[in-house]
């Protein structure tokens, strides 16, 4: 399985893609996520002589490679950079995503997954 990530990709998307990393389940494919998916709920507390506020998450994410999920996101197999202005060619407004083969043409992930790493795979 491939899995498409990039710097939007946050909460449970990034668990899901940390985990998939993790257990070797799936190839990630683009570029570090957001670094929302593996810490918890944030505590609020206000300091009762200066007032300032400090937020703060009862957990603290790692990922496997040790690195803090919260700074760095989770890391892809393949660093991949997305072309967004060739992606919104391949979106068609009153139909939305064209076919596989017409996105190809200009998604940069989706593309370099089906040339090189499925080639590779055959």
């Known amino acids: 399985m491939y899995v498409l990530i990039c710097e939007a990709t946050g909460s449970a998307a990034d668990t899901f893609a940390a985990i998939?990393?993790?257990?070797?389940?799936a190839i990630l494919v683009g570029q570090n996520t957001a670094g929302e998916g593996l810490g918890d709920t944030s505590c609020v507390i206000r300091l009762p002589n200066s007032g300032i506020l400090i937020s703060f998450m009862g957990s603290y994410?790692?990922?496997?490679?040790?690195?803090?999920?919260?700074?760095y996101g989770t890391a892809p197999d393949y660093y991949v950079t997305p072309n967004i202005y060739d992606y919104k060619k391949g979106i068609n407004i009153e139909s939305g995503l064209k076919t596989i083969n017409e996105m190809l043409k200009y998604d940069t992930q989706l593309k370099f997954i089906v040339?090189?790493?499925i080639s590779e795979d055959l």
């Open 20 to 25: 998939m990393k993790n257990g070797n389940h």
């Open 115 to 117: 040339n090189k790493l």
């Open 61 to 71: 994410g790692i990922n496997k490679d040790g690195m803090s999920n919260s700074k």
